[in-house]
């Protein structure tokens, strides 16, 4: 594996070794911000639910369970590069009595083997850097008829983000979700421009446009920041 691929994003098996309650809450915004639209956005897609589902960079699992729980005939499948939260997963899974699975993959290469009706990658590509290999490899392992659902930085992220960066402490006070001691080094990959996307950009690495999830899950709002982190999906 490429270090010019990996470098600058977090060393993911350090931080969830070293996590508290509070770090390990603000490493869940799929639970806060994308369980409300993604499951309707799942219902409506697929009325008597998906086959099959692989949720990569998982972190602590939230929709993986979610999706068990709501749909106990699918597949429901969580891909994380962290060791320690695998077996966290794993472990609640088992407590739980939860059918559904959790396997270690490192974007961008992800090749589970098999293809699923629905491929999410959310909060997560902001830390690679070849991310429209990422792209590709998520993409590859969607079923013909199912989507991508990703989360993405697009340029008025990096814009917002190179002004927090100019002086943290100003912009991050102690309810910021995020720390402004690491806030320059953890979104360095955004700052430089390196992990942005646009819909056109995805357009022409996919060769199929992308849509706005909330244009299906339209009882719910958007987030906040959905024009800087826009939460879309993509046909196959």
Known sequence: MSEEIYRNTI???EYWDEADEAVRADTSPSANLVQAPFLEFLGAQFPDGPDSYADVGCGPGDLVFEVASQYPDATAVGYDSATAVLTENRERA???????????????????????????????LCYIADI?????????????GGYLVVHYHNQLAQSHFSTIAQSPHEYLDEDSVWNPETFTDRFELVIEGQS???????HEV????????????DSVDPYPAHRHEPLVYVPK
Not at 115 to 124: I, N
Not at 132 to 144: I, N, Q, R
Not at 196 to 202: P, T
């Open 11 to 13: 060393d993911w098996d």
């Open 94 to 124: 088992h407590e739980q009595n939860m059918d559904c699975s959790f396997e270690q993959a490192l974007l961008p290469e992800f090749d589970p083997g098999r293809k699923f009706d629905v491929v999410s990658c959310l909060f997560t």
């Open 132 to 144: 429209e290999s990422a792209l590709e490899t998520l993409y590859d392992a969607v079923e013909p």
């Open 196 to 202: 942005l996307l646009s819909y056109e950009r995805i």
């Open 206 to 217: 996919l060769g199929s446009w992308p849509q706005s999830l909330f244009s299906v899950a």
